[in-house]
């Protein structure tokens, strides 16, 4: 099984913390750049040999795509998706974009997933991260959301400058209360080139110390486990098993195909593509992607590097079929087990609760070098 990813890079703002590819001044070009990247799905879909599973807009804000945009991708993609299957079709969406004929719409085109990124609960901070809504329009929008049968996951930020344990709980709270059965909860990092960078570099805000930011991520890991979550990957949590199929099966290695300036695929085995994050020339498609060939030693890392992120970790299978562990490789292993880092099941190795926020640290230390 295989999935689809539509990267769409049109914004109307630009948050403080982001440094994923976008322009918020996209108008000028939008049915350009909607109709090249049709014209890359098409082409390319075609010669997709994987059964498709998941679809997944994102972006950017795909919520800004209007339903006849949205259709014109599905029209191409219907006919390659196995009919016994029910497909995950998921959207990136925000708050205010959360409109009674947005809702039904999406509904109509075949969308049964919504990712909202809500982020926080308390409008001093949704200003900070320069989002688009106030805390009362996610609110609404949530309210007007879960008179509809969408599958539900928001995403939320902690580890903010200025933001207490406290600032967190009303949007935990409000998890318990709605039907959302999802959670990405992310730790905000420092990114180059963003807002955020040029604050810190300032000395405008300070990031907060390691220990707060445990903090936070322990007090949002406790309660969303206690509102019966299940952490299955560092930054995500779900309810009655309402795993994101489309983003584990990234971790899992699966191909994938990404569409859109910026947007990366994946073969499933050693060949990588990404286009490139550049809009002006993703349009005029003149070396607008590079692919790249994974050695064995790069597979071992990814392996790691993707497979301790998640509950499942990496499998005894997965390491045997890479050419096993070395002595060195054992030996560190052994240590970390004995640290409590790392545990050992039947079928593989897991990072135990207390090490998932080093999970990258930790696989690092499996890595292998060219």
Request: charged share 25%; with cysteine; hydrophobic share 35%.
């Amino acid at each position: 099984m295989s999935g689809i990813y539509i990267h769409v890079p049109f914004c109307r703002k630009k948050c403080s913390y982001c440094d994923f590819h976008f322009s918020t001044t996209f108008e000028g070009y939008r049915t350009a750049m909607v109709e090249r990247m049709l014209g890359e799905l098409k082409h390319r879909i075609a010669s997709w040999t994987h059964s498709i599973e998941t679809l997944y807009f994102g972006g950017g804000s795909p919520g800004l795509l209007t339903p006849t945009e949205l259709e014109a991708f599905f029209r191409i993609m219907y006919p390659y998706l196995p009919k016994t299957e029910k497909h995950e079709i998921t959207l990136e969406a925000n708050p205010e974009d959360l409109t009674e004929q947005n809702l039904l719409a999406w509904k109509d085109i075949g969308i049964n997933r919504l990712s909202v990124g809500v982020q926080s609960l308390q409008d001093h901070l949704l200003q900070w991260m320069n989002r688009n809504h106030t805390a009362k329009d996610a609110l609404l929008g949530l309210e007007r959301l879960s008179r509809h049968n969408f599958s539900l996951s928001i995403d939320l930020i902690f580890g903010v400058p200025n933001q207490g344990v406290e600032d967190l709980e009303p949007l935990l709270a409000l998890v318990q209360q709605q039907a959302i059965n999802h959670i990405s909860a992310y730790g905000l990092t420092k990114e180059p080139k963003t807002l955020l960078d040029h604050w810190l570099k300032k000395g405008t805000y300070k990031f907060l110390e390691d220990e707060e930011q445990v903090a936070h991520y322990q007090y949002v890991r406790n309660r969303l486990m206690a509102f019966g979550f299940e952490q299955y990957e560092v930054s995500n949590y779900a309810r009655h098993q309402a795993y994101s199929i489309h983003n584990s099966n990234y971790w899992k290695r699966k191909p994938y195909m990404g569409i859109g300036p910026g947007a990366h695929s994946f073969d499933g085995n050693q060949k990588r593509r990404w286009n490139i994050s550049n809009n002006a020339q993703y349009l005029k498609q003149i070396n607008w992607f590079e692919i790249e060939t994974l050695d064995g030693i790069d597979e071992w890392n990814e392996h790691w590097l993707t497979g301790l992120r998640t509950q499942r970790g990496i499998l005894h299978q997965t390491i045997t079929a890479l050419g096993g562990l070395s002595a060195k490789e054992k030996k560190t292993i052994t240590e970390l087990i004995e640290t409590k880092r790392l545990r050992l099941s039947s079928t593989g190795y897991h990072l135990t609760d207390e090490a998932f926020m080093e999970a990258d640290r930790i696989s690092s230390l499996l890595f292998r070098i060219h």
